[in-house]
């Protein structure tokens, strides 16, 4: 077995929390021969249902969990940390408009970036899971001036994850089956699920599906479908988004070949989109946290709009919390 590394979830009493550190306990996030010690964060108000889930961790009996520690304490909490999981953020309250949800939580993960940036150790990873996910990312790095911004990740794997199965269905193949779909931009109603590269068992999905079915149909509901969930389990997705960091992550230390996956990364201009913002885009993962954005894809007039679409949200995000950025 190898010796443990230290794994730091924020929110981890959560419904997300709940999920994602059994699973990361039972060895799925970084391999079955992984030593864990798991560091959970919650604020005061999560340390009594965080005692819970200590409790359940404990009877789960993980073979590969070493350590389980709690904290309010951001410092002690990232300390030493390889795998940080930013989950925990303010949800939309009753009459919250956007403007004030961005600004809560700007404030939550500037404090998160400024210790992360203090303790973090080198090479530390990040994966902004808590909404509004990219901007997040964006906050917390730009107060982690030490770190590369590189670093800091956000998540758009259950964007992709919702549509690969979308597009199995309708295709009426395995969920394996599925390959290259794409997110692009926001973790929000404005991405940007792409089908003009994947591939259904190794036939063009556009070759399978129809241009009127993927406007009408697969856009909107990849983009609505957090809504969905939430219409028909009265609460939001938990299960699929704690699998969906699980994968994240996963791909990104042991690698998965040639496999696309969608990451919110901090843009360099690729595809003409703005610098700075953390825009989800195509990348092959290489292992050891080694990603590379997937380069030089055509994109025709539809894609075009939409990639445009969804940046415009993400400048404008930015903006709203620009005096809230340092330098
Ligand atoms: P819950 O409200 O069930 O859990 C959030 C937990 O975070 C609570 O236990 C709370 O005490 C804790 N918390 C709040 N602020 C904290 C802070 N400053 N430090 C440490 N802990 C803190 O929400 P849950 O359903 O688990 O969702 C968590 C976040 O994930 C939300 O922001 C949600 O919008 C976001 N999501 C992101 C998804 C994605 O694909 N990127 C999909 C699922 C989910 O909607």
Redesign the pocket.
């Known amino acids: 077995l190898l010796p443990p590394l230290k794994v730091a979830v924020?929110?981890?009493?959560?419904?997300?929390?709940?999920a994602l550190v059994m699973r990361i306990a039972s060895g799925e996030m970084l391999g079955k021969d992984q030593l864990i010690d798991l560091s959970l964060?919650?604020?005061d108000?999560?340390m009594s249902?965080?005692r819970g889930v200590m409790m359940e961790l404990e009877d789960g009996a993980f073979p590969l969990l070493n350590k389980v520690t709690a904290t309010?304490d951001?410092n002690e909490g990232f300390g030493d940390a390889a795998f940080n999981l930013l989950?925990?953020?303010?949800?939309?309250g009753p009459g919250m408009e956007r403007a004030d949800l961005m600004a809560a939580?700007a404030k939550?993960f500037a404090?998160?970036g400024k210790a992360l940036n203090d303790v973090a150790p080198i090479g530390a990873k990040i994966l902004?899971?808590?909404?509004?996910?990219n901007t997040n990312a964006l906050v917390a790095s730009h107060n982690a001036p030490d770190m590369w911004p590189e670093q800091f990740v956000?998540?758009?794997?259950?964007?992709q994850s919702r549509a690969a199965a979308l597009l199995a269905e309708k295709a009426d193949v395995p969920v394996k089956d599925v390959d290259r779909v794409i997110i692009w931009g926001n973790?929000s109603a404005t991405q940007y699920p792409d089908l003009s590269h994947a591939r259904v068992g190794g036939k063009w999905a556009k070759s399978i599906v129809d241009d009127k079915w993927i406007t009408d149909d697969f856009i909107p509901r990849v983009q609505k479908r957090?809504a969905e969930v939430i219409d028909a389990r009265g609460?939001?997705?938990?299960a699929?988004?704690a699998s969906?960091?699980i994968d994240a992550v996963r791909d990104m230390q042991l690698g998965s070949g040639d496999a696309w996956q969608s990451n919110a990364i901090p843009s360099d201009g690729s595809y003409g989109i703005a610098d700075g913002i953390w825009y989800s885009v195509p990348t092959v993962c290489h292992g050891d946290s080694h990603y590379r954005r997937v380069q030089k894809l055509p994109i025709d007039e539809f894609s075009a709009k939409m990639m445009t679409k969804t940046e415009k949200e993400l400048i404008a995000e930015r903006d709203s919390v620009r005096h809230l950025l340092p330098g």
């Open positions: 924020t929110g981890a009493a959560g419904q997300i929390g709940y964060i919650e604020t108000q999560g249902p965080l309010t951001l989950v925990g953020a303010t949800p939309r939580n939550i404090e998160q902004v899971v808590g909404n509004p996910a956000a998540m758009t794997r259950l964007d973790h957090g609460a939001s997705s938990a699929s988004a969906a960091a």
